[in-house]
């Protein structure tokens, strides 16, 4: 399982994966591992490494309650831990404010915990576990 990895906020989800698909297979030598151009979430990997994930941004401001307009967020780093509620205690306990808490995302998948914070400089992190 990825540890780390990038997230594209996508508001033309379609035409960005077009771009991303073939940059990604074409030039960086990875393969879509899950998606399609109609959204809401793909993603590409190397070999078994990740390399990128898409997801439609109007989707994930709708689950997770967090305000992506004013925010200016067009990336998120996706952290994969063991125990999200520890690692946004964590977080916040070090400099980071919770966007989105712990919460269970069934629709992602059936045992799919995240938690959203932002870091001291307001840049946006996913914790997650599965």
Known sequence: MDALYPRVLA?????????YDGLLTAVAGAHLVKGTETGPYANWDRDTEAVLALLDREMLAKVTGVDLDGGGDGTMLVLTVDDVDRAAAVGAANGGRVVAPPSARPEWGPTCRTAHLRDPD???LELQSY
């Open 122 to 124: 307001g840049n946006l």
């Open 11 to 19: 508001s033309r989800f379609a035409e960005c994966f077009r771009f």
